[in-house]
């Protein structure tokens, strides 16, 4: 019966620690926070064997703080992040595919149409740049033809048919830009890049 507590002690402690570690999807979780994580639910199973429930509340302590300072590392030097998290890859670039990249990435030109498909894209040739991020997710730009209408597109046509309105000022420098250049571009606050 003793087990049970002891179970019950260790699954709160687990999402104690958890929630301290922050909300992500298995989708959004970087190399070190899934071994983190892998390592926590191996700890966490432990005790019940082997009579050790503090070691392993322990064990967990440390698996979260060291994965907060990882974390905050992440947060403090680009340099860190590239190297724990990896960063987007060009794998269309204005209108051609990067084979290059899809081939460093083990990626098969089917499987970047697949995923281009779930974001209802249904030719290749309508998308101007895309990317794979480094949680593994597809960021696209469309060609031109190829945008659906919005509110800026719709205000640039008032305009023209009533000249007296003020339009707004845009800058041309797009998302996929700061990936091609292989860097960050200037943000607010700089320790937010």
């Known amino acids: 019966m003793e087990w049970i507590w002891k179970s019950l002690l260790l699954v709160i402690a687990g999402v104690v620690l ?3 570690a922050g909300r992500k999807s298995i989708s959004q979780m970087s190399v070190a926070t899934t071994v983190v994580m892998i390592s926590i639910g191996t700890t966490i199973v432990q ?12 064990s967990a302590s440390f ?3 060291s994965l907060l ?4 590392l992440q947060y403090r030097f680009n340099w860190v992040e590239e190297l724990l ?7 269309i670039e204005n209108g051609q595919l990067r084979t290059d990249n899809l081939r460093t990435m083990r990626m098969t030109v089917d499987q970047l149409e697949v995923r281009l498909r779930q974001n209802g894209i249904s030719h290749l040739s309508d998308v101007k740049n895309a990317t794979i991020e480094s949680n593994g997710h597809i960021g696209y730009e469309l060609m031109p033809y190829a ?17 007296t309105t003020q339009e707004q000022p845009q800058g041309d420098e797009t998302l996929f830009d ?14 937010l890049q």
């Open 63 to 65: 698996f979260i703080l």
């Open 147 to 163: 945008k659906p209408i919005t509110m800026a597109d719709i205000e640039k046509l008032m305009n023209n048919l009533n000249p």
């Open 47 to 58: 005790p019940i064997a082997n009579e050790h429930l503090g070691k392993a509340i322990g």
């Open 18 to 20: 958890l929630r301290v």
């Open 85 to 91: 998290s990896g960063k987007a890859k060009l794998v």
């Open 178 to 191: 700061e990936v091609k250049q292989n860097g960050h571009r200037s943000a607010v606050d700089p320790k």
């Open 69 to 72: 300072l990882l974390e905050y």
